[in-house]
C-alpha cells in the first residue's frame, strides 16, 4: 500500500463514510473513491461493504488496521518534526526518570535548560528502570536518570555519582546516631521490593547482617515510605534526596556502616546525543552535588 492509500483507508475506518473522510482530509469525494479502488486493485481483496449509512470495514480491513494504526502514528511524528523545523524548532529532548530523581532532580535542571534553550521541546517521564531501558531501546527516549543497577544490552548506563542513603525516623524517637540496620529492624523498618534499584541493595545489606525482616511491609515509592514513617508506620531507609525533602518533618540520620547508591544516567548505545543532551548532563550533574552537599 502507498501512502496516499493508507491516508484514505485511517480516514474512512475512523470517519465511517466516503463523505466525511473527505471532509476530514479536505480533498473531493470523488477522490477518496478512486483511491480507495486503487488500494483495493493493489491488495486484491475488498475493504469495505458499501451501504446507503456508510461503509463497514471487511474482516481483511479490520486484519490491516492495526498496521494502519501504526504507520498513521508513524506519519504524524514526521509532520510534527517537519512543523518544528518550519518553525525554528529543530529538537525536541525526550526524557525519563525514576520517580524520586523526576520529582527532586530533574525540575530545577529543566527549569535552567529552558531558559538556556527557549525554542526547545522537552518531554519528561517517570517510570521504572525496566520500562524507562524499553523506551530508550525503542528510541522513544534520548536520556533516562535512574538509580544504578545492571542495564540490559544496548544501554549505555553513566555513574554521575555516588551517596549514602539515609534513615528516616518519626521526629520524637530517641535513637543512636549514626543508627544501624539492627537497630532499624528492631523498630519496624518499612522495607522495599525486591526488584527495587535500593530495595536490592537494602535487601542484600540485610542478609549480610544476618538480619531477618521484621515487617512484611514494603512499598515501592520513596516518598510513601517517608509518608509511613510519619504516620508512626516504622522506620525507613530512602534515598538522600527523598531524606532531604522531609528532613522538617523527621529525624534524618546517616546509617552505619555506610549503605551508597548511585545515580546514573541511561542512553541507548551508538545513538548520539544531541548538544541539549549534554547540556542537561552537566545541569544534572550541578543540581545532585548542590543536593547532597547541603
Known sequence: MKLRH???????????????????LNVSQPSVTRTLAHAESVLGVSLFKRHPRGLTPTPEALRLWP??????RQLNVVEQLGRQLRHGIDQTL???????????????????????LPALEIELVTSHFSTLCEELLAHHLDLALTFAQPAPEGIQCEHLMQAPMKALLPSGMVAPCPVTLEWLNAHGLILMPGDDPLGTLLD??????????????????????????????????????????????LQVLPLAPALNMDVALLSASHVPLPHSAHRLRTLIIEQLNGVTSD
Open 6 to 24: 493508507i491516508e484514505i483507508f485511517h480516514a474512512l475506518i475512523s470517519c465511517g463514510s466516503v463523505s466525511a473522510a473527505a471532509r476530514h
Open 67 to 72: 498496521a494502519i494504526e501504526t504507520a498513521v
Open 94 to 116: 525526550r526524557l525519563g526518570a525514576s520517580h524520586a530523581l523526576g520529582h527532586l532532580i530533574m525540575p530545577k535542571a529543566l527549569i535552567t535548560l529552558q531558559k538556556t
Open 204 to 249: 542484600n545489606a540485610l542478609s549480610e547482617a544476618r538480619l531477618i525482616p521484621a515487617t512484611r511491609l514494603r512499598i515501592k515509592t520513596y516518598s510513601v515510605i517517608a509518608e509511613m514513617v510519619m504516620a508512626g508506620g516504622g522506620t525507613g531507609i530512602v534515598d538522600p534526596f527523598t531524606a532531604e525533602r522531609y528532613r522538617d518533618r
